[in-house]
């Protein structure tokens, strides 16, 4: 490498540290071969649940020419985005804390700050993060930021898996780093830490038993899940928080945990929901899955002041909801052990003219008696 290509390495690591990156480093822009084949076993045995993303092209998502033909270098950019956060109120909503508020935004603005640095030397170059084109964990592994932990997240120093990965890809020549010499050794904490047993080997990811998966997709929330999911109104940090590497981050602060009061969020307008959540992945940024979410934590989690929210939930106009809040309505009523359970449903069911509603408040009724 030239003394320039030296130099502009160095001013680009030196911008993008100012701009509060926690790691950067680089890799070739070369095929990732061995992800997509892993992408493609992992659609094969359906691990992938209802998520696209990058099992939707896993060729375009492993090999960055699909995107950006001109690039022969991956700049990869990490930003840790809990400086001090602490076990989440496990009475109330929970929210990862990815998602406490946009954390992409900041590490976006790095990223930004890295391409200019780069186009001011005159070469190309463009951000990507978080986006079906490209698979982030493995430019920042082979970039050295970090090494796979067994939980599938990339774990880097001092902040282990609490991290946001980005990247810019360029044609300038700059160096690449080696890969990190490292990985988590006789550990296994992450995998009995699952609440659905998701993780099915180390590295292996079933997202169909993810709660972080249903929580931002479509549909019904699995029956079988409800239960686990607690609080958890998006995201889940289980695996996350049971790592040691990075541990020492998990203490304080409940304001970044995502503790959240379920009931004044109910009061809110679907509209209001969404413009609360901008940042969250809402399928088709339709409020109701927020709502769903939000009658499946009161459910787990709610006191009797629940009960009234939950009734009025029951009568919600949309089927979904009504659907969920049937759900609900039995397992407040089992946990707090109501005696007008079965009375409550079979008024419900009375009065219900939507056949899928009604399916479930028989299936309530099924479990309450
Ligand atoms: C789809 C997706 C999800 C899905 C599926 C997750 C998954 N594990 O694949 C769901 C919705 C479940 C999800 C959840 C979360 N996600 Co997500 N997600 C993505 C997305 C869009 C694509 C990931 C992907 O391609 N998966 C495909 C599978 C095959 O890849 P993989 O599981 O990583 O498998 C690899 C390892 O097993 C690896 N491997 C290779 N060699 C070795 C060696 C060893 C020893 C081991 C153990 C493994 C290993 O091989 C596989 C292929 O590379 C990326 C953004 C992006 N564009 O890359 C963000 C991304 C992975 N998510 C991220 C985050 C923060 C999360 C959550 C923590 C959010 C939350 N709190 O709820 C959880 C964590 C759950 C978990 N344990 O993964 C971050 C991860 C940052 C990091 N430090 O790793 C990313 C990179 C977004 C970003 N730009 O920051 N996510
Ligand atoms: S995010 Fe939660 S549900 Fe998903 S694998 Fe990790 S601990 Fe399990
Ligand atoms: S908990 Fe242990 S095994 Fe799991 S990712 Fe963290 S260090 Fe690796």
Redesign the pocket.
């Not at 993060?129 to 079906?132: E, R, V």
């Not at 490209?134 to 493995?138: F, G, Q, S, W, Y």
């Given at each position: 490498m030239t003394e320039t290509d030296a130099h502009l390495q160095q001013r680009v690591t030196a911008a993008a540290i100012a701009a509060g990156a926690d790691a950067i480093g680089v890799a070739s822009a070369d095929p990732?071969g061995?992800?997509e084949n892993?992408?493609r076993d992992?659609v094969a045995d359906g691990l992938n649940g209802p998520?696209r993303?990058?099992?939707d092209d896993p060729a375009a998502?492993s090999n960055p020419s699909a995107t950006f033909p001109w690039a022969t270098r991956l700049v990869a950019l990490?930003r840790s985005y809990v400086p001090e956060a602490g076990p989440a109120d496990p009475r109330g909503g929970r929210v990862?804390?990815?998602?406490t508020s946009d954390h992409y935004a900041p590490l976006l603005a790095i990223a930004g700050t890295v391409a200019d640095e780069l186009r001011a030397a005159g070469y190309r170059a463009e951000p990507i993060?978080?986006?079906?084109r490209?698979?982030?964990?493995?430019v920042?592994?082979r970039a050295g930021i970090?090494w796979?932990?067994?939980?599938?997240?990339?774990?880097?120093p001092k902040v282990g898996?609490w991290?946001?990965?980005?990247a810019v890809a360029t044609d300038a020549p700059l160096a690449p780093d080696e890969q990190m010499r490292r990985?988590?050794g006789t550990c296994d904490a992450c995998l009995p830490a699952c609440p659905t047993g998701a993780?099915v080997a180390?590295?292996?990811?079933d997202?169909r038993r993810?709660l972080?998966?249903w929580l931002?997709s479509p549909g019904d929330l699995p029956l079988d899940l409800r239960e686990a999911m607690g609080g958890r109104v998006y995201?889940?940090?289980d695996?996350?928080e049971a790592c040691p590497p990075g541990s020492r981050l998990a203490a304080g602060d409940p304001e970044v945990t995502g503790s959240t009061d379920l009931i004044a969020l109910l009061e809110l307008s679907d509209e209001e929901l969404l413009e609360r959540h901008a940042h969250w992945y809402v399928p088709r940024r339709e409020g109701r899955y927020l709502r769903r979410n939000l009658v499946v934590a009161l459910a787990n989690t709610g006191g009797a002041e629940a009960w009234a929210p939950m009734l009025e939930l029951a009568g919600h106009p949309s089927a979904l909801i009504r659907r969920h809040a049937a759900w609900g309505v039995g397992r407040l009523g089992e946990r707090h052990g109501r005696q007008d359970t079965t009375s409550v449903l079979e008024a419900l069911l009375d009065s219900e003219g939507v056949a899928d509603v009604r399916e479930a408040l028989e299936d309530a009724l099924g479990s309450a008696g």
């Open positions: 990732f061995e992800v892993t992408i992992r998520l993303f990058t099992y998502a990490g990862a804390r990815f998602a993060a978080d986006d079906p490209l698979v982030d964990r493995a920042a592994v970090g796979w932990g067994k939980n599938t997240m990339v774990l880097a898996p991290m946001l990965l980005a990985d988590c993780l180390p590295g292996v990811l997202a993810c972080a998966t931002q995201g889940c940090d695996c996350l």
